[in-house]
């Protein structure tokens, strides 16, 4: 998972809802995350500020040299109430993106979510599609997932090597998860194993990280939400780094039973344009076309598997 969201909520005529700007947002609409280039970035230990409060280690999403994208539970545990507080309706997001998939294979079953976080999509996916299955790298996520939605079917994998041994009606990925690919070969990889999980005629889609010439180099922005006897505050900074965006995150916690605790995050997700994405889906084997709506404005790749065409002889030689 991946996102960032600016301050102020507006109105976007897409699905119906208001959403609130993501960071580094030129402008709101209908993205989730990426560490790259195997770092392991560590917020500091020791006190805070004169409150003597305790600034906590904080593991960040990253690609590490064991291939693995690590969320720190801490993090996991907030990541639904900060986005939910922040504007985010899960279920509105996930009937615009089934609409999608139903335009083009309206008889679609099942479906699978790669880089699901926590599962709050898939959650409401549920109750469109009549099996879902969620994949996620991240222990911290997929605990939270478990223990909020104890019946969801979700797996650990990453999702540039996963493998399931089975193929769905449809394949999502939302967001912003894409942008963790660090290069346009890990990008490749990663559309593979999509498309791979695809049954003929299925359909994946896709929520890109911004693209180059949208991004918007050092945006920032900032958000208190109030949350089950919870206060979370989160800053975040962006700025442009040789082909990708670094976001520079960080919460400040409080709550009656573990007082006031502090984290940090630091994101390096990858500006992918849209020319590199398309030719990557288009490569794995589908019909690509770019949709210019959605939650956050960063529209959707939408890929359609082409079915098999029979063939009338082999058709009679069997």
Same mark, same amino acid.
């Given at each position: 998972?991946?996102?960032?969201?600016?301050?102020?909520?507006?109105?976007?005529?897409?699905?119906?809802? &208001?959403?609130?700007?993501?960071?580094? =947002?030129?402008?709101? *609409?209908?993205?989730?995350?990426?560490?790259?280039?195997?770092?392991?970035?560590?917020?500091?230990?020791?006190? #805070?500020?004169?409150?003597?409060?305790?600034?906590?280690?904080?593991?960040?999403?990253?690609?590490?040299?064991?291939?693995?994208? +690590?969320?720190? &539970?801490?993090?996991?545990?907030? @990541?639904?109430?900060?986005?939910?507080?922040?504007?985010?309706?899960?279920?509105?997001?996930?009937?615009?993106?089934?609409?999608?998939?139903?335009?083009?294979?309206?008889?679609?079953?099942?479906?699978?979510?790669?880089?699901?976080?926590?599962?709050?999509?898939?959650?409401? #996916?549920?109750?469109?599609?009549?099996?879902?299955?969620?994949?996620?790298?991240?222990?911290?996520?997929? =605990? =939270?997932?478990?223990?909020? @939605?104890?019946?969801?079917?979700?797996?650990?994998?990453? +999702?540039?090597?996963?493998?399931?041994?089975?193929?769905?009606?449809?394949?999502?990925?939302?967001?912003?998860?894409?942008?963790?690919?660090?290069?346009?070969?890990?990008? $490749?990889?990663?559309?593979?194993?999509?498309?791979?999980?695809?049954?003929?005629?299925?359909?994946?889609?896709?929520?890109?990280?911004?693209?180059?010439?949208?991004?918007?180099?050092?945006?920032?922005?900032?958000?208190?939400?109030?949350?089950?006897?919870?206060?979370?505050?989160? /800053?975040?900074? &962006?700025? *442009?780094? =040789?082909?990708?965006?670094?976001? &520079?995150?960080?919460?400040?916690?409080? $709550?009656?039973?573990?007082?006031?605790?502090?984290?940090?995050?630091?994101?390096?997700?990858?500006?992918?344009?849209?020319?590199?994405?398309?030719?990557?889906?288009?490569?794995?084997?589908?019909?690509?076309?770019?949709?210019?709506?959605?939650?956050?404005?960063?529209?959707?790749? /939408?890929?359609? *598997?082409?079915?098999?065409?029979?063939?009338?002889?082999?058709?009679?030689?069997?």
């Amino acid at each position: 998972m991946l996102c960032d969201v600016p301050p102020r909520a507006t109105s976007v005529p897409v699905t119906g809802h &208001s959403i609130l700007e993501e960071d580094s =947002a030129p402008a709101p *609409r209908y993205p989730r995350r990426h560490l790259g280039e195997g770092k392991h970035i560590r917020g500091s230990v020791g006190e #805070f500020g004169p409150d003597n409060l305790q600034r906590t280690t904080q593991r960040i999403a990253f690609f590490g040299e064991a291939g693995k994208l +690590m969320y720190d &539970s801490d993090i996991a545990d907030i @990541w639904d109430a900060v986005y939910r507080g922040r504007g985010r309706n899960y279920l509105t997001e996930a009937e615009g993106v089934a609409e999608l998939i139903r335009q083009r294979q309206p008889a679609a079953a099942s479906l699978l979510d790669v880089a699901c976080g926590t599962g709050a999509h898939l959650s409401c #996916f549920t109750t469109m599609f009549e099996n879902v299955e969620g994949v996620e790298l991240s222990e911290g996520m997929l =605990a =939270a997932g478990r223990a909020e @939605w104890p019946t969801l079917n979700l797996h650990q994998g990453d +999702m540039r090597t996963f493998d399931l041994g089975r193929r769905f009606d449809a394949v999502t990925c939302l967001f912003s998860s894409i942008g963790h690919a660090a290069t346009t070969d890990e990008l $490749d990889r990663t559309v593979n194993r999509f498309v791979d999980h695809l049954n003929p005629g299925g359909v994946v889609v896709i929520e890109p990280w911004w693209f180059p010439e949208t991004f918007i180099d050092g945006y920032v922005t900032g958000d208190v939400v109030h949350d089950a006897g919870r206060v979370i505050g989160r /800053v975040s900074h &962006s700025t *442009r780094e =040789a082909g990708a965006s670094r976001v &520079s995150v960080h919460f400040l916690v409080a $709550d009656a039973e573990k007082g006031i605790q502090y984290f940090t995050e630091e994101l390096i997700i990858t500006l992918f344009s849209r020319e590199e994405y398309e030719q990557a889906i288009s490569r794995a084997g589908c019909i690509v076309e770019f949709v210019e709506s959605g939650p956050r404005g960063r529209g959707f790749f /939408v890929g359609h *598997r082409a079915s098999p065409v029979n063939n009338p002889t082999d058709e009679q030689a069997a």
